[in-house]
């Protein structure tokens, strides 16, 4: 008799949950290179009772990554990117490797592209970029082909995985990825252009008002629920 | 409520991207001003459940696991280098930059200080200096019975005297050059400090080693572009509200959650 507090429990700690990720969506509403996410509830059988039914309770078990490409702005920096396609640029950080959508690069005091925290960038063949301090204009091709007075010098890395939904969020716009990198197919490179992050405030909006209410329906039927027990007790005390 | 604190972090981000845009259309007019630009980058993750655990003894393993997010926070404010228009004024000390580099400056302090703003002045000593009054580096003194001086795209400052046909040379300009333009440091005044990020200042001739050339009768304008600024504003603060909303909604959650007994 106690299940239904704990069931409606289990639903009211998800929408928390989930509440948690709409807001941290709508908070990186302009935040380069975001990527909205959003959390998928799974049904968990808890227990079976004598009569054969089943109590389901539920969980927030799988988090996914919308994969669309976010809306692109022209800003006309040298050295901001924005990839067209599924690719990530590649980055080094003291941690390892991380993709990255976040394109807006700048040069470091040794010369080497830099992410906007300060990672060294990498090319194609997996090595620091260096653009030569008196370079003057720099030109990046779609294939991330990078050329100085029409020299090429370098390329820009762009990478892709397998499965998109193994990579694992890290701050600073990052991801890790487990598996391994390979070069991406279908992905340009546009420069002078950023892409802004892909969260759309109408749907994020709708998503809060549900899960809203829909906390709101979970605290209701905790009140009755405790309203119940409330009578069950009252009237049993009173034929005792 | 952790969203409560992701929702504030979100307002700090926007109020602070509004904040960059107002100093933005201040210096609308501000000679060789560079719009700054707020970029935002995602807070850590709380790590619920691991992407890639065992969910099952024949070694299933969970294609996606739950990370929450925290929030926002500012990454960076940086410069957009770009070349402002060049304003014709007339002046025969007023000089634009066109291309890279930065003129050098003796501050007061002693140190170093970079600027593009070419409005140059004279002073009772004939020595050129900014508009605040600070000497141009390297040293050049224009003697009072010069007149019309002429300055190059490389630098280099001819007068005419009194007794002279031809044009004397008195002094050339150079200019500095940075890898990293972004990772200069404002300090006000249209001036700039090198920093460990921007690298050191490679003095050199203009027209040369990437640095660009000065124009002689022409500012600098800011390359600012209100169109730009306004439609970043009505992003901002639309965001600002948005962000508002999630904590309204957060609220509600909670005083219903205190409403149960």
């Given at each position: 008799?106690?299940?239904?507090?704990?069931?409606?429990?289990?639903r009211?700690?998800?929408?928390?949950?989930?509440?948690?990720?709409?807001?941290?969506?709508?908070a990186?509403?302009?935040?380069t290179?975001?990527?909205?996410?959003?959390v998928?509830?799974a049904?968990?059988?808890?227990?079976?009772?004598?009569?054969?039914g089943?109590?389901?309770?539920t969980?927030?078990?799988?988090?996914?990554t919308?994969?669309?490409?976010?809306?692109?702005?022209?800003?006309?920096?040298?050295f901001d990117?924005?990839?067209?396609?599924?690719?990530?640029?590649?980055?080094?950080?003291?941690?390892?490797e991380r993709?990255?959508?976040?394109?807006?690069?700048?040069?470091?005091?040794?010369?080497?592209?830099?992410?906007?925290?300060?990672y060294?960038?990498?090319?194609s063949?997996?090595?620091p970029?260096?653009?030569?301090?008196?370079?003057?204009?720099v030109g990046?091709?779609?294939?991330?082909?990078?050329?100085i007075?029409?020299?090429?010098?370098?390329?820009?890395?762009?990478?892709?995985?397998?499965?998109?939904?193994?990579?694992?969020?890290?701050?600073g716009?990052l991801?890790?990825f487990?598996?391994?990198?390979n070069p991406?197919?279908?992905?340009r490179?546009?420069?002078?252009?950023l892409?802004?992050?892909n969260?759309?405030a109408v749907?994020?909006i709708?998503?809060?008002?549900?899960?809203?209410?829909a906390?709101?329906?979970?605290?209701n039927?905790?009140?009755?629920?405790?309203?119940?027990?409330?009578s069950?007790?009252?009237t049993?005390?009173?034929?005792? | 409520?952790?969203?409560?604190?992701?929702?504030?972090?979100g307002m700090?981000?926007?109020?602070?991207?509004?904040?960059?845009?107002?100093?933005?259309?201040?210096?609308m007019?501000?000679?060789a001003?560079?719009?700054?630009?707020?970029?935002?980058?995602?807070?850590h993750?709380?790590?619920i459940?691991?992407?890639?655990?065992?969910?099952a003894?024949?070694?299933?393993?969970?294609?996606?696991g739950?990370?929450?997010?925290?929030g926002v926070?500012?990454?960076?404010?940086?410069?957009?280098?770009?070349?402002?228009a060049?304003?014709?004024t007339?002046?025969?000390?007023?000089?634009?930059?066109?291309?890279?580099?930065?003129l050098?400056?003796?501050?007061?302090?002693?140190?170093?200080?970079?600027?593009?703003d070419?409005a140059?002045?004279?002073?009772?000593?004939?020595?050129?200096?900014?508009?605040?009054?600070?000497?141009?580096?390297?040293?050049?003194t224009?003697?009072?019975?010069?007149r019309?001086?002429?300055?190059?795209?490389d630098?280099?400052?001819?007068?005419?005297?009194?007794?002279?046909?031809?044009?004397?040379?008195?002094?050339?300009?150079?200019?500095?050059?940075?890898?990293?333009?972004?990772?200069?440091?404002?300090?006000?005044?249209?001036?700039y400090?090198?920093?460990?990020?921007?690298g050191?200042?490679?003095?050199?001739?203009?027209?040369?080693d990437?640095?660009g050339?000065?124009?002689?009768?022409?500012?600098e304008?800011s390359?600012?572009?209100?169109?730009r600024?306004?439609?970043?504003?009505?992003?901002?603060?639309?965001?600002?509200?948005?962000n508002?909303?999630v904590?309204?909604a957060?609220?509600?959650?909670?005083?219903?959650?205190t409403?149960?007994?």
């Amino acid at each position: 008799m106690e299940t239904t507090g704990y069931i409606a429990l289990t639903r009211q700690s998800g929408l928390l949950k989930e509440l948690q990720v709409v807001a941290n969506n709508i908070a990186n509403i302009s935040t380069t290179g975001f990527r909205r996410e959003g959390v998928v509830f799974a049904e968990e059988v808890r227990a079976l009772n004598a009569e054969g039914g089943g109590i389901a309770m539920t969980s927030a078990r799988v988090r996914f990554t919308d994969a669309d490409t976010g809306s692109t702005t022209q800003t006309g920096g040298m050295f901001d990117f924005a990839i067209d396609g599924p690719g990530f640029f590649m980055v080094e950080t003291p941690a390892g490797e991380r993709l990255t959508r976040a394109g807006s690069f700048s040069t470091n005091a040794e010369g080497d592209l830099v992410s906007m925290t300060g990672y060294r960038v990498l090319d194609s063949g997996g090595s620091p970029i260096f653009i030569p301090p008196d370079a003057g204009k720099v030109g990046v091709a779609q294939d991330g082909t990078i050329s100085i007075g029409g020299r090429p010098i370098a390329q820009i890395g762009i990478f892709e995985v397998e499965n998109p939904q193994m990579l694992l969020r890290e701050d600073g716009v990052l991801f890790r990825f487990e598996a391994e990198a390979n070069p991406a197919e279908n992905s340009r490179v546009m420069q002078g252009f950023l892409e802004g992050s892909n969260v759309n405030a109408v749907t994020e909006i709708a998503r809060l008002i549900e899960v809203q209410r829909a906390y709101e329906l979970g605290q209701n039927l905790l009140d009755s629920e405790d309203e119940r027990i409330r009578s069950s007790i009252r009237t049993l005390g009173r034929i005792v | 409520m952790i969203a409560l604190k992701i929702a504030a972090t979100g307002m700090l981000a926007q109020q602070m991207r509004v904040e960059v845009i107002a100093n933005n259309l201040a210096n609308m007019n501000t000679t060789a001003y560079n719009p700054r630009r707020a970029e935002f980058t995602d807070l850590h993750y709380q790590q619920i459940q691991r992407a890639g655990t065992i969910s099952a003894a024949d070694g299933s393993i969970l294609p996606a696991g739950v990370q929450l997010g925290m929030g926002v926070k500012p990454s960076a404010i940086s410069m957009d280098v770009a070349q402002g228009a060049l304003k014709q004024t007339g002046g025969e000390l007023d000089l634009a930059i066109e291309g890279a580099g930065y003129l050098e400056v003796a501050l007061p302090s002693g140190g170093t200080g970079y600027t593009r703003d070419g409005a140059l002045k004279l002073t009772g000593d004939g020595q050129i200096v900014t508009s605040a009054g600070y000497p141009v580096m390297p040293d050049i003194t224009v003697p009072d019975d010069a007149r019309d001086l002429s300055i190059n795209a490389d630098g280099e400052i001819y007068a005419y005297f009194q007794d002279q046909i031809d044009a004397q040379f008195i002094g050339q300009l150079t200019l500095a050059g940075f890898t990293n333009e972004k990772g200069l440091e404002a300090i006000g005044g249209n001036l700039y400090r090198e920093t460990a990020a921007s690298g050191t200042a490679r003095v050199g001739e203009a027209g040369k080693d990437g640095l660009g050339q000065f124009r002689q009768g022409y500012l600098e304008q800011s390359s600012v572009d209100p169109v730009r600024e306004l439609t970043e504003l009505i992003e901002a603060q639309r965001g600002y509200e948005l962000n508002a909303k999630v904590i309204t909604a957060a609220d509600q959650m909670l005083s219903a959650t205190t409403q149960i007994r």
